[in-house]
């Protein structure tokens, strides 16, 4: 695992995740996206009714995110990442359509690996309870699309430095797995 | 006899909201920093300075350190000597969590109804459990519970002759499942015994003791340091990306049961371990 830190900048394309490896830790900057369940449901309705979404995901990152509100004065509220295994069914969708990164906390399903090794897309951990930091690196926000969810509505940031790590990368890797494997211990049963 | 107007609950619950969401219990600190200095994974490491790093910021700031504000959870002892006026006392602690919910800034993540899904826009109903006690004063235990790892809890009705040792077996299991889903290094509450539900209702109970105090029982503490050390040696370490410290404590609670039962239930909360006590 690489201790040295790797600077992105989205959108992303091919090039800049082909060469990312599980454990990496990353500082993503740019524009990125917000969805979480409500958000990938209808998303998934467009798709299935042949209507556009309200992005393309060429080429874009999904945060999986539900943000607190904000205070008076913040750009965004309190906004770390959500369990991913929940947009399991809809991730595929957006993958096949170009999108390259997906930030989140927790396992995928088999499908979604097998989805974004095929299609080219990476998924990055960040640390859920890290909400307040996190928001930190937000440094403009904007709802896109469908507003009436309210903390689950699509939102646009622009962020800096925000940090991730390499949960499954484009060769298979799977930090989950590697990572307990490498330090499970004999247990001592007591 | 004494009389408690129930506007004063009210204003408990509402600081209780906004406190247990900004600033970690000192105990849930220092079980932070513990593991911060026993944590062997470099990047377990690194995910352990950035929960203090938030930690300090929410807390300094006045903002939640997660974004899920959670479910609002109340133990409440009642000293039987207490008499409400102005009012009921659900509905009272229902306006504290409407206010708090509201004034605080924090996310609203109820919705009235499991199947209608929609949201009731000031995160009530709480949920409260009652405990009739001796005396005069009123003690609330706020637990905000995050969904995340609820989800990964479990309950198993085992059998008596799968005993103590399936129960083990049975809490390590769970916590294996809930790898990083759960967000550790994670908070365990068990509860053994009872019917069905008093399980479960333990297993949430437990997780409001101070971390890693242990059970008065000599028995059960025994059981709380051989699970945490089980769970520790499953290699997930903080969140999932690998390392030594899984959890940070593992609370049990007992109650008696049926001949014919063990009920064991494990209720997991994340490294946001929000509780805090407060009492009129």
Same mark, same amino acid.
């Given at each position: 695992?690489?201790?040295?830190?790797?600077?992105?900048?989205?959108?992303?394309?091919?090039?800049?995740?082909?060469?990312l490896?599980?454990?990496?830790?990353v500082r993503?900057s740019?524009?990125?996206?917000?969805?979480?369940?409500a958000?990938?449901?209808?998303?998934?309705?467009?798709?299935?009714?042949?209507?556009?979404l309200?992005?393309?995901?060429e080429?874009q990152?999904?945060?999986?995110?539900?943000?607190a509100p904000?205070?008076?004065?913040?750009?965004?509220g309190?906004?770390?990442?959500?369990?991913?295994?929940?947009m399991?069914?809809?991730s595929?969708?957006?993958?096949?359509?170009?999108?390259?990164?997906?930030?989140?906390?927790?396992?995928?399903?088999?499908a979604?690996?097998?989805s974004?090794?095929?299609h080219?897309?990476?998924?990055?951990?960040a640390?859920?309870?890290?909400?307040?930091?996190l928001?930190?690196?937000?440094?403009?926000?904007?709802?896109?699309?469908?507003e009436?969810?309210?903390?689950?509505?699509i939102?646009?940031?622009?962020?800096e430095e925000?940090?991730?790590v390499?949960?499954?990368?484009?060769?298979?890797?799977?930090l989950y797995?590697?990572?307990?494997?490498?330090?499970?211990?004999?247990?001592?049963?007591? | 006899?004494r009389?408690?107007?129930?506007?004063?609950?009210?204003?408990?619950?509402?600081?209780?909201?906004?406190?247990?969401?900004t600033?970690?219990?000192?105990?849930?600190?220092?079980a932070?920093?513990?593991a911060?200095g026993d944590?062997?994974s470099?990047?377990?490491?690194?995910?352990?300075?950035?929960?203090?790093?938030?930690?300090?910021?929410?807390?300094?700031?006045?903002v939640?350190?997660?974004?899920?504000?959670?479910?609002a959870v109340?133990?409440?002892?009642? =000293?039987?000597e207490?008499?409400f006026?102005?009012g009921h006392?659900?509905e009272?602690?229902d306006?504290?969590?409407?206010?708090g919910?509201?004034?605080?800034?924090?996310?609203k993540?109820?919705? =009235?109804?499991?199947i209608?899904?929609e949201?009731?826009?000031?995160?009530?109903?709480a949920?409260?459990?009652?405990?009739?006690?001796?005396g005069e004063?009123?003690?609330v235990?706020?637990?905000?519970?995050g969904?995340?790892?609820?989800?990964m809890?479990?309950?198993?009705?085992?059998?008596?002759?799968?005993?103590?040792?399936?129960?083990?077996?049975?809490?390590?299991?769970?916590?294996?499942?809930?790898?990083?889903?759960?967000?550790?290094?994670?908070?365990?509450?068990?509860?053994? =015994?009872g019917?069905?539900?008093?399980?479960?209702?333990?297993?949430k109970?437990a997780l409001?003791?101070?971390?890693?105090?242990?059970?008065?029982d000599?028995?059960?503490?025994?059981?709380?340091?051989?699970?945490?050390a089980?769970?520790?040696?499953?290699?997930? =370490?903080?969140?999932?990306?690998?390392?030594?410290?899984?959890?940070l404590?593992?609370?049990?609670?007992?109650?008696p049961?049926?001949?014919?039962?063990f009920?064991v239930?494990v209720?997991?909360?994340?490294?946001?371990?929000?509780?805090?006590?407060?009492?009129?």
């Open positions: 695992m690489a201790e040295e830190i790797v600077r992105l900048t989205a959108p992303l394309s091919f090039e800049d995740i082909e060469p490896s599980t454990g990496d830790i993503l740019g524009t990125i996206y917000t969805a979480r369940d958000a990938h449901a209808r998303m998934a309705e467009a798709i299935e009714a042949g209507e556009e309200p992005f393309d995901p080429g990152v999904i945060y999986f995110t539900g943000p904000a205070k008076p004065g913040q750009v965004m309190p906004a770390g990442p959500t369990t991913s295994s929940r399991d069914r809809y595929p969708l957006l993958v096949e359509r170009g999108l390259r990164g997906m930030v989140g906390k927790g396992l995928r399903s088999e979604v690996r097998e974004m090794q095929e080219g897309c990476v998924y990055f951990g640390v859920e309870g890290t909400a307040a930091l928001s930190r690196s937000v440094k403009s926000v904007e709802v896109v699309a469908y009436d969810l309210d903390s689950e509505a939102r646009k940031l622009e962020v925000f940090p991730a390499v949960v499954n990368d484009l060769h298979g890797g799977d797995i590697e990572g307990r494997e490498r330090w499970r211990r004999a247990p001592n049963w007591g | 006899m009389e408690i107007e129930v506007g004063e609950v009210t204003q408990l619950v509402r600081d209780l909201c906004i406190e247990t969401n600033c970690l219990r000192e105990d849930q600190m220092a932070l920093r513990r911060r944590e062997e470099p990047l377990g490491q690194e995910v352990l300075d950035q929960l203090l790093e938030n930690a300090a910021v929410a807390c300094s700031e006045g939640p350190f997660c974004q899920d504000t959670g479910y109340f133990f409440i002892e009642l =000293g039987q207490v008499r006026t102005g006392l659900g009272a602690i306006e504290g969590v409407r206010r919910y509201v004034e605080g800034f924090l996310r993540s109820i919705v =009235g109804s499991p209608e899904r949201n009731t826009g000031d995160n009530t109903p949920v409260v459990y009652y405990d009739l006690v001796p004063a009123l003690k235990t706020m637990l905000v519970k969904a995340g790892c609820d989800n809890s479990a309950l198993r009705m085992l059998t008596p002759a799968e005993g103590l040792d399936g129960a083990k077996e049975f809490v390590v299991e769970t916590i294996e499942k809930a790898g990083p889903n759960a967000s550790p290094p994670v908070t365990v509450g068990v509860g053994i =015994g019917p069905f539900e008093k399980a479960a209702q333990l297993a109970k409001t003791r101070t971390s890693g105090e242990p059970s008065p000599p028995g059960l503490a025994e059981l709380e340091r051989d699970l945490l089980r769970i520790n040696a499953t290699g997930i =370490g903080p969140a999932g990306y690998g390392g030594t410290q899984t959890a404590a593992v609370h049990v609670e007992s109650h049961t049926h001949i014919a039962q009920p239930a209720n997991i909360d994340c490294h946001s371990h929000r509780t805090r006590r407060a009492e009129l």
